[in-house]
Structure formats: structure tokens, C-alpha cells
T-cell receptor, first 114, second 112 residues
């Protein structure tokens, strides 16, 4: 049972435009969500997170939106740059017994074309 | 501040052997988690240690084990290796259980 889903395996956008990566989750106990970027042969790099008490969090070019009723979150990258080309993973964790355990989606490969 | 380090970076083992991987967390981080990444299963949680205690465990067989030392460094061990254990093993550390996890570069294990 995949609790965190990234339904788009890949996304291609033009440099300077907006990239929108989507993620859905099924477990209502999740209350903390994160986005990571991963290059080949490297570990994931933390980008941005959001707690369930918020519906939006911004950090520079990166904004994460959380829609709890739809169990959906999205990552917006504006403007997109060629260096953003990587695999993006969303991850979720829940309270109490699940602390420290991140459940990851399958990833979306973003290609930003110059 | 130095990031999460993992050793070795690459490892080739034979079926039936055992292996030990090491992880040094970011200074001051007390929580260390381990993940396995494979093309078919993605990133899957193995276990998490906090203050030398295993606090959480994923759905992996008992051949996978770990421990954490008093300086927060952690090791994971896989015994009786199988071909399916070939994967990238990632270690992540965090300041607390409600903060973001920072990943090391991983250990690429190949079982032949």
C-alpha cells in the first residue's frame, strides 16, 4: 500500500517558467511533509518542509502548498533553472510512533530546458 | 558544519556474506535513520535510532540490524546477503524527531 504517491514520473519545463510537482497521500495521520531533491549518485538534499498546521510555506524560489482536505501537496519552483533538473521526492511523517520515519513517494524527474 | 558522512561509498559482496555500513551524523544531531533505495521499491525506511535506542523499524527481515553509539554514530549490518539486497543505503540525521532529515551520500552495495 503506497501511502505517498507522486503520479507524474517526469516533468519538463522551460527555463524561467514555473515547475509544479504534485504529491498525494492517503494516511490522515501524516502531519509533517518534506520535499527533497536528488541528483544521481548523491543522497537526497532537503528543500523545504511544511507542518499540517500551515497551508503554505515559502523559501526563496520554492513554495510548498498543503491541501489537507484533499490530502495533496505541491511544490512550486519559480523561476525554474537548468540546475533544478533532478529527481524530486515528497516525503511524509506522522506523530508519536512514526517519528523519525519518513515515507517517500516514488519521485518525479524534473527537466528544465535552457 | 560537516554533513552526514557514510563509509564505505561502494561495496561489493558475495551472497551469504555479511556487511557493516557506517554513518556519522551532523554534529549535534541525535537521531539517525537508515533507508534503502532500489529502482523498483524507491526509498524505504529501515530503522531509526535516537540516543542509542532503536525507536522505529521498517518492514525488513531480521537480517537487517543496526545500532547507535554514544557519540550518535550509527552502523547497520546485513547478514546472509541476498542478491536483492543490492541497493543504495542512505543514512540521514536530524536534530529532533520533528525536524528535517539530512542525508549522507549513501553506500552503494552490490551483491553478486
Amino acid at each position: 500500500d503506497q501511502q505517498v504517491k507522486q503520479n507524474s514520473p517526469s516533468l519538463s519545463v522551460q527555463e524561467g517558467r514555473i515547475s509544479i510537482l504534485n504529491c498525494d497521500y492517503t494516511n490522515s495521520m501524516f502531519d509533517y511533509f518534506l520535499w527533497y531533491k536528488k541528483y544521481p549518485a548523491e543522497g537526497p538534499t532537503f528543500l523545504i518542509s511544511i507542518s499540517s498546521i500551515k497551508d503554505k510555506n515559502e523559501d526563496g524560489r520554492f513554495t510548498v502548498f498543503l491541501n489537507k482536505s484533499a490530502k495533496h501537496l505541491s511544490l512550486h519552483i519559480v523561476p525554474s533553472q537548468p540546475g533544478d533538473s533532478a529527481v524530486y521526492f515528497c516525503a511524509a511523517s506522522g506523530r508519536s510512533s512514526n517519528t523519525g520515519k519518513l515515507i517517500f513517494g516514488q519521485g518525479t524527474t524534473l527537466q528544465v530546458k535552457p | 558544519k560537516a554533513g552526514v558522512t557514510q563509509t564505505p561509498r561502494y561495496l561489493i559482496k558475495t551472497r551469504g556474506q555479511q556487511v557493516t555500513l557506517s554513518c556519522s551524523p551532523i554534529s549535534g544531531h541525535r537521531s539517525v535513520s537508515w533507508y534503502q533505495q532500489t529502482p523498483g521499491q524507491g526509498l524505504q525506511f529501515l530503522f531509526e535510532y535516537f540516543s542509542e535506542t532503536q525507536r522505529n523499524k521498517g518492514n525488513f527481515p531480521g537480517r537487517f540490524s543496526g545500532r547507535q553509539f554514544s557519540n550518535s554514530r550509527s552502523e547497520m549490518n546485513v547478514s546472509t546477503l541476498e542478491l536483492g539486497d543490492s541497493a543504495l543505503y542512505l543514512c540521514a540525521s536530524s536534530l529532533s524527531d520533528r525536524s528535517e532529515q539530512y542525508f549522507g551520500p549513501g553506500t552503494r552495495l552490490t551483491v553478486t
